[in-house]
């Protein structure tokens, strides 16, 4: 345990962003066991304090952080164990996506699990949320090859969750719930079981223009439309006022360079070109590596952004040229990203399970970085701003996502979870009906 001073502690409480540095638990329980974790709830139940769960830090709002409560840290429950009889794998809770795609790699170079992108992002609160990886157009969100759950509840009992029939009505709910429910809210997830797929050649690279206008155009080509097998993340990036912006775009294809430029069609076409292509054969875990030069956790820094999820062909050119208005009118440096969905991801009913927008094409964020605390009302102002300009476009004018979660607004229960919130508080009510797990946007028992 780790009490509130000195520098382990601050390291334990860091999540690269000052916008939250006000939220100080009183313990922090560096978990390495199952025993730890129930320790953990003990602790905050008998002293009648609040709890919150820390893997990977990258909760947008800060939530696994709390103040004066318990900070459960899992990042050192981190076994993987992968299991080619039944092409699975089981996943410590603390593990982060980097450690599970290297351990797929170390077995079989081909093995895939439908992870989350960034390699220092943590597990079990992307898996809960939904879960995007490069190839969800191809096999679905994390939770359509989720296998089982190990999960704990406030008072300290072990749940084996699953898809079995042989699970009881109420363990049947909670297993709709976890996928797509979002983390912190039902129980501490020990461990999670996703299924493998064995994927090859894979093609992943990136596209990138000088000249923001031939960005903009090749948009309309994903826009139009694109085979599952191909997917296709883009973003804006302005470093701040007066500075051009620049765009790029991140693609995987399951097939070959020539079958991938074939299917982008017109993006290489003359005059439309990226000045830089690094569109390669790939394994997905030396990709993932590569990306660590790229660290969220800047000390000093504040950021937030707000999210959006578009339906097809909802980026036309109209909403392009919104995007790149607002980004000019950015009082600092910002981002403006998509992540490429729809496919195998709409294939599933909207009420399967807890995540909601399954008719979503684009998974987006505006995000705005700053260094000094004074800009922070210009730069919260500016994000409302992108959202009331383009929250109208996403799905019935509300849609979001629950792993890009932002600080509490009006209405948000609709836009995170759609037609599927009311189930989900009764699902919460027969399973927290305390509400120990609790956070400002968790959701709560009737």
């Known amino acids: 345990?780790?009490?509130?001073?000195?520098?382990?502690?601050?390291?334990?409480?860091?999540?690269?962003?000052e916008l939250y540095s006000e939220r100080r638990p009183a313990y922090v329980v560096m978990a390495k066991s199952v025993e730890?974790?129930?320790?953990?709830?003990d602790l905050a139940r008998e002293q009648g304090i609040a709890f919150s769960i820390k893997c990977g830090g990258h909760s947008y709002a800060g939530y696994c952080l709390n103040e004066g409560g318990v900070m459960l840290d899992v990042s050192l429950m981190r076994q993987v164990e992968v299991d080619e009889h039944s092409m699975t794998v089981r996943i410590d809770c603390g593990a982060?996506?980097?450690?599970?795609?290297?351990?797929?790699?170390?077995?079989?170079?081909?093995?895939?699990?439908?992870?989350?992108?960034?390699?220092?992002?943590?597990?079990?609160?992307?898996?809960?949320g939904g879960g995007i990886n490069l190839l969800s157009r191809t096999f679905g969100l994390a939770i359509d090859s989720l296998e089982a759950v190990t999960m704990m509840t406030a008072e300290g009992d072990l749940l084996e969750l699953s898809g079995s029939e042989d699970l009881d009505e109420d363990l049947r709910d909670l297993w709709w719930a976890i996928r797509?429910?979002?983390?912190?809210?039902?129980?501490?997830?020990?461990?999670?079981?996703?299924?493998?797929?064995?994927?090859?050649?894979?093609?992943?690279?990136?596209?990138?223009?000088?000249?923001?206008?031939?960005?903009?155009?090749?948009?309309?080509v994903v826009n139009a439309g694109l085979p599952r097998e191909i997917a296709v993340d883009a973003v804006w990036s302005s470093p701040?006022?007066?500075?051009?912006?620049?765009?790029?775009?991140?693609?995987?294809?399951?097939?070959?360079?020539?079958?991938?430029?074939?299917?982008?069609?017109?993006?290489?076409?003359?005059?439309?070109?990226?000045?830089?292509?690094?569109?390669?054969?790939?394994?997905?875990?030396?990709?993932?590596?590569?990306?660590?030069?790229?660290?969220?956790?800047?000390?000093?820094?504040?950021?937030?952004?707000?999210?959006?999820?578009?339906?097809?062909?909802?980026?036309?050119p109209d909403v392009v040229a919104m995007i790149s208005e607002l980004m000019a009118e950015?009082?600092?440096?910002?981002?403006?990203?998509?992540?490429?969905?729809?496919?195998?991801?709409?294939?599933?009913?909207?009420?399967?399970?807890?995540?909601?927008?399954?008719?979503?094409?684009?998974?987006?964020?505006?995000?705005?970085?700053?260094?000094?605390?004074?800009?922070?009302?210009?730069?919260?102002?500016?994000?409302?701003?992108?959202?009331?300009?383009?929250?109208?476009?996403?799905?019935?004018?509300?849609?979001?996502?629950?792993?890009y979660i932002e600080n509490p607004f009006d209405g948000w229960q609709a836009s995170y979870y759609g037609r599927n919130f009311a189930r989900l508080r009764r699902v919460k009510s027969k399973v927290d009906p305390g509400n120990f797990f609790r956070f400002p946007m968790g959701i709560e028992p009737y």
């Open 330 to 403: 950015a009082p600092s440096r910002s981002t403006f990203h998509w992540n490429h969905v729809g496919g195998a991801c709409s294939e599933v009913d909207p009420e399967a399970t807890a995540y909601f927008w399954r008719e979503g094409e684009f998974v987006a964020t505006a995000k705005i970085y700053w260094y000094d605390a004074a800009d922070s009302s210009a730069c919260m102002e500016w994000t409302q701003r992108v959202k009331s300009a383009l929250r109208p476009f996403a799905l019935e004018g509300k849609a979001t996502y629950i792993n």
């Open 240 to 316: 701040g006022p007066g500075a051009p912006a620049t765009g790029s775009m991140t693609v995987s294809h399951i097939g070959t360079v020539e079958s991938c430029e074939a299917a982008l069609g017109p993006m290489f076409s003359s005059g439309h070109a990226p000045s830089r292509s690094t569109l390669a054969p790939q394994v997905f875990a030396d990709w993932d590596e590569s990306n660590k030069v790229w660290d969220p956790f800047t000390p000093g820094t504040f950021f937030y952004h707000v999210g959006f999820v578009f339906g097809p062909g909802r980026i036309t």
């Open 180 to 220: 797509g429910g979002g983390g912190g809210n039902f129980g501490v997830v020990v461990s999670i079981t996703l299924r493998i797929f064995e994927v090859g050649p894979l093609i992943i690279g990136s596209l990138s223009w000088d000249d923001l206008s031939r960005f903009e155009e090749a948009i309309a």
């Open 1 to 17: 345990m780790v009490l509130q001073s000195g520098a382990l502690y601050d390291e334990a409480i860091f999540i690269g962003n």
């Open 36 to 41: 730890d974790v129930a320790a953990a709830l």
């Open 96 to 128: 982060r996506w980097l450690m599970v795609y290297e351990a797929l790699a170390n077995v079989n170079p081909n093995f895939m699990v439908m992870g989350g992108i960034c390699p220092s992002v943590g597990v079990s609160g992307a898996v809960l």
